[in-house]
């Protein structure tokens, strides 16, 4: 019992993780239909610049934070504003490709820059430290992880409820001509979108990171577990990213947890596969997701 | 086009015997550059070194999967991330048929067979995965379908990793090396009192195999069924109002594209000997859209050029070791530069140049034509190769 609460406590926190990156895609999705594939990188390039601000130019934790925060949504900012522009009514397939584009030039930096070899993951505290109770460990990362994330999902819950913005924001989600026709700044909600995203990207690294206590530029590709985690919940739907997330990390934690003792048939890395089989079960019964709103064709 | 013909009325080049038309004066020049590549490549043949010979054939290869996933990505429209699934089932049906036996029980299984049957099975086999796979993927649109074939990819390294039978496990495998009679193509060898390095013998199977597949795809693409490919990239609903049906559209180019691609993961193994699972991931699939999004989508020589650019255009810079090999501690290594280089092309094309290199070749001419003479022709960039001759030449002969 102890070994399922430990795998459910870790699968919790992971998803949490999950859950923060799938914020990111859903919030640039909700509202401006751009499925951004750069979100990994830009996890990544966040977390690089935290550990590197700690470790090489010696910031204090919080400030080198910050810094990465503001690069991250630096990064957003400028490629919403120089390209993705530009790229308002072509095909998905192009603007999906505009942003592997720009994934491939983060990650290839990010390997120029600092190289491939692991880094030590940048942390407030130590990185093993935790505390037991009934058998089941409590590592203070994790604790950390999940706190931020039921912060995070409060905050932006009363910025949507309760701000102009986040109003002008679920309006342009609506319907974008009918934002823009009562004087909603479309542009400044796009722009308000790609900053929140990247933003949270780099949390979601600096615990990602923590969590495998180095870094190496394959950080970025636990982003793409966030695909399953937005279709679960539904693309269009913030609060589903979140639940997507969370059930993702736990299925996957908890295949880890059992694939050896019940299932070693499967062979090794049963689990890696794991978000991506429940995603596809998903897409045949509700392709839009347990959250999203089903879409309706018109001619 | 003879529909539509008079009868008695002489053909359009008849008419015209002095004053070429545009299309001939086209189809003309079209004949020099095919004239010119195959005069380079019997140059190239002569001249090339095995280390030239493992470039461009390593090319030559690429440009048959980035074809490949032309036909479904750039004339019908349907992403897909999952290439490099569908290369590996290729190559391991290759492996299967054409390698050794086992000399020990952990060594992989082959039954041995001669390339002639595991070359067309290796296409055919993954073409039946395809169908397996397309029923389920091809309901969905756009990004779920990217998505569903990426997790292609996850899932068929999963089964790469634990299937040691077929594919060696994690340390990898060799693969068949294709031969005529005792003539093992890894070799040099004799035949009709010519010696052939082993590059030489990979390149005189390699290109033939493209260039067939080059014939075929473009006949295709002309042919009613390319058309109602193309129908269902530009418009779904307008294309099944026109009668299109779009689940055999869409699946005829899903297993066209396997079938391809299938058959260059065989070549690709069965030339580089030996691979391991890991070879086949996400980067490598995101590699081949990239060079048709920078050859050109919809487009033959698209897949071409676009597969010289990201595939061969590293491996020369690795020749003349014009930057440093990788190291792991940063720095900029070949492989870098070629990454950064087409990540900001993708970026650069999509924006300015949706038509990739051969849409800028396109431009190009179009200007040159307008400054020469009366006759500019408008058109979507992305179908410069798809607007066949055929159709200037009914205008004109009337």
């Known amino acids: ?299 | 086009m003879s529909v539509f013909k008079k009868p008695g009325t002489p053909l359009a080049e008849s008419t015209h015997a002095v004053k070429r038309t545009p299309g001939q004066t086209r189809r003309l020049s079209s004949w020099i550059i095919a004239g010119i590549l195959v005069l380079a490549s019997i140059l190239f043949f002569i001249v090339a070194g095995d280390d030239w010979f493992a470039i461009v054939n390593n090319t030559l290869i690429a440009a048959l999967a980035a074809l490949a996933l032309n036909v479904l990505s750039g004339y019908t429209g349907q992403i897909s991330l999952g290439h490099a699934f569908f290369m590996a089932i290729g190559a391991y049906t290759a492996a299967l048929l054409g390698g050794m036996s086992p000399s020990s029980p952990l060594d992989p299984q082959g039954f041995a067979l001669p390339w002639i049957i595991w070359l067309p099975a290796a296409g055919i086999v993954a073409a039946l995965v395809g169908a397996l796979v397309g029923p389920t993927a091809l309901r969905l649109k756009g990004f779920y379908l990217g998505i569903v074939t990426l997790a292609l990819v996850f899932i068929g390294h999963y089964i790469f990793l634990n299937l040691s039978a077929v594919t060696g496990g994690s340390p990898g495998r060799t693969f068949p090396v294709p031969a005529i009679g005792t003539n093992t193509f890894d070799q040099q060898n004799t035949y009709f009192g010519v010696l052939l390095t082993s590059g030489q013998q990979y390149f005189l199977l390699i290109l033939p195999v493209l260039v067939l597949a080059s014939v075929f795809v473009s006949n295709v693409m002309r042919s009613r069924t390319g058309r109602a490919f193309r129908a269902v990239r530009d418009h779904e609903v307008g294309a099944s109002m026109m009668g299109v049906n779009l689940f055999e559209a869409k699946m005829g180019a899903f297993l066209l594209s396997s079938f391809l691609a299938g058959i260059a993961g065989a070549l690709f193994a069965s030339y580089n000997s030996y691979v391991i699972p890991d070879y086949w991931d996400l980067t490598l699939s995101v590699q081949f859209v990239a060079a048709i999004i920078i050859g050109g989508a919809a487009s033959v020589w698209g897949s071409l050029l676009g597969a010289a650019f990201v595939f061969g255009l590293p491996q020369v810079i690795d020749h003349f070791s014009l930057l440093p090999p990788p190291s792991g501690n940063g720095g900029l290594s070949s492989g870098d530069l070629n990454t950064l280089l087409y990540g900001a092309l993708i970026i650069l094309f999509l924006l300015f140049e949706p038509g990739g290199m051969v849409g800028l070749i396109g431009r190009f001419q179009r200007l040159g034509r307008k400054k020469a003479s009366f006759n500019a022709e408008g058109g979507d960039p992305a179908e410069i190769t798809d607007l066949s001759s055929d159709n200037h030449r009914f205008i004109h002969s009337e």
């Open chain 1, 1 to 299: 019992m102890a070994y399922f609460l430990q795998l459910t406590f870790a699968g919790i926190a992971l998803g949490s993780i999950y859950a923060l990156i799938s914020l990111g895609f859903s919030l640039i999705f909700k509202s401006s239909g751009v499925i951004n594939f750069a979100q990994g990188e830009l996890l990544l390039v966040g977390a690089y610049i935290v550990a590197a601000g700690v470790f090489e130019w010696h910031l204090p934790f919080l400030l080198a934070l910050l810094l990465g925060i503001v690069v991250t949504v630096l990064i957003g900012l400028l490629f919403e504003r120089v390209i993705l522009r530009h790229m308002i009514g072509r095909p998905t397939f192009s603007i999906l490709m505009v942003t592997i584009g720009l994934d491939t030039i983060l990650l290839t930096s990010v390997i120029v820059i600092w190289g491939s070899q692991p880094l030590p993951a940048a942390s407030p505290f130590g990185v093993t430290s935790g505390f037991n109770l009934d058998g089941v460990h409590f590592a203070s990362n994790d604790l950390w992880t999940i706190g931020i994330t039921i912060v995070l999902c409060a905050l932006l819950f009363g910025f949507f409820r309760f701000t102009r913005y986040g109003l002008a924001m679920r309006a342009t989600a609506l319907d974008q001509e009918a934002a823009l026709a009562v004087g909603i700044p479309i542009r400044r909600i796009y722009a308000l979108a790609w900053g929140m995203a990247a933003g949270i990207a780099t949390l979601g690294g600096v615990f990602l990171a923590i969590s495998s206590f180095v870094i190496t530029p394959t950080l970025g590709s636990a982003a793409l577990l966030a695909f399953p985690a937005i279709i679960l919940g539904g693309l269009d739907s913030v609060s589903g990213a979140v639940v997507g997330g969370i059930i993702i990390g736990l299925a996957l934690d908890i295949t880890a947890g059992y694939e050896s003792a019940f299932a070693s048939v499967l062979g090794a890395g049963f689990h890696d596969i794991m978000p991506y089989l429940i995603m596809i079960l998903v897409l045949l019964i509700r392709p839009y997701g347990l959250f999203g709103s089903r879409k309706v064709e018109r001619l």
